[in-house]
């Protein structure tokens, strides 16, 4: 997968781990992207090393991947911040 579409894939993966998991984090526009984009590759490499399942091409899959490691990392971002999960 090409970066942009990496990119697209973490602002739509981001989006949806703040739409499932509201609060107020810092950051905006860009954290939502980035987090999406390390979700991606946390889910990725969970999804191929447990489930053999990955982040190969732009589609659903690669969408919901992205999607459960953002919701991971967002999990794991507010549980050190002390923030309310």
């Not at 697209?8 to 954290?31: E, N, Q, S, T």
């Not at 399942?53 to 794991?76: N, R």
Request: charge should be positive; charged fraction near 10%; glycine fraction near 20%.
């Amino acid at each position: 997968m090409g970066w942009l579409a990496w990119i697209v894939v973490g602002l739509i993966a981001g989006i949806l781990a703040k739409w499932i998991m509201p609060g107020r984090d810092p950051g905006g526009f860009i954290v939502t992207i980035l987090i999406g984009i390390a979700g991606g590759i946390v889910g990725g490499w969970i999804g191929a090393s447990i489930f053999g399942v990955g982040m190969a091409d732009f589609g659903l899959q690669s969408i919901i991947v992205a999607t459960l490691g953002a919701i991971l990392l967002l999990f794991l971002y507010r549980l050190i911040r002390g923030r309310r999960v």
